[in-house]
T-cell receptor, first 117, second 111 residues
Framework: GAGVSQSPSNKVTEKGKDVELRCDPI?????LYWYRQSLGQGLEFLIY????????KSGLPSDRFSAERTGGSVSTLTIQRTQQEDSAVYLC???????????????FGEGSRLTVL | SQQGEEDPQALSIQEGENATMNCSYK?????LQWYRQNSGRGLVHLIL?????REKHSGRLRVTLDTSKKSSSLLITASRAADTASYFC???????????FGGGTRLMVKP
């Protein structure tokens, strides 16, 4: 597609349920990021995938959060046993492989708004 | 924790005025990027400045970087109502991987 696609755009779930959020990056982009944004706040880094390297999971807030990237393309962020504090917009971004040690421009999806009741 | 911190958190100006937003960061960086976010949307890349650059221009945007002070500024000249958005700085670390975002400046341009 032309841009980064995220689904669902909105998800309302009950506390304790599991949710899966999907991200389709731009074709050819080797780097993929997940960020979380609470209302009116900045972006909180969650996880970063780069090519075939082991992902940087340092931002995942708890072991209820996990993410995978299949075939170097589509990524799924899974939140198990959701809590009310998980309510936020989850943003995915992709970029071309870094040039040397410089992270490149990120292209963002429109986000998945998660509401945990 | 956030690497970059924007200042001010909110800014309200009249159309035609210039808007200046500042970003401070803590650790060494390779580059610094500015992004814009319209309400309820994803972020859009505006400009990237490398650590060995001091100033960069793109249309009505001017970005400066002072690595000795670990700070950057984004200037929007001749602002328009359509510039109303949140603006974020993001820093790339020396490991060349993730970008860390600040809390953003919410800019309102009144017509």
């Amino acid at each position: 597609g032309a841009g980064v696609s995220q689904s669902p755009s909105n998800k309302v779930t009950e506390k304790g349920k599991d949710v899966e959020l999907r991200c389709d990056p731009i074709s050819g982009h080797t780097a993929l990021y997940w960020y979380r944004q609470s209302l009116g706040q900045g972006l909180e880094f969650l996880i970063y995938f780069q090519g075939n390297s082991a992902p940087d999971k340092s931002g995942l807030p708890s072991d209820r959060f996990s993410a995978e990237r299949t075939g170097g393309s589509v990524s799924t962020l899974t939140i198990q046993r959701t809590q009310q504090e998980d309510s936020a917009v989850y943003l995915c971004a992709s970029s071309l492989e870094p040039t040397g040690t410089l992270p490149g421009e990120l292209f963002f999806g429109e986000g998945s708004r998660l509401t945990v009741l | 924790s956030q690497q970059g911190e924007e200042d001010p958190q909110a800014l309200s100006i009249q159309e035609g005025e210039n808007a200046t937003m500042n970003c401070s960061y803590k650790t060494s960086i390779n580059n610094l990027q500015w992004y814009r976010q319209n309400s309820g949307r994803g972020l859009v890349h505006l400009i990237l400045i490398r650590s060995n650059e001091r100033e960069k221009h793109s249309g009505r945007l001017r970005v400066t970087l002072d690595t000795s002070k670990k700070s950057s500024s984004l200037l929007i000249t001749a602002s328009r109502a359509a510039d109303t958005a949140s603006y974020f700085c993001a820093t790339g670390n020396n490991a060349g991987n993730m970008l860390t975002f600040g809390g953003g400046t919410r800019l309102m341009v009144k017509p």
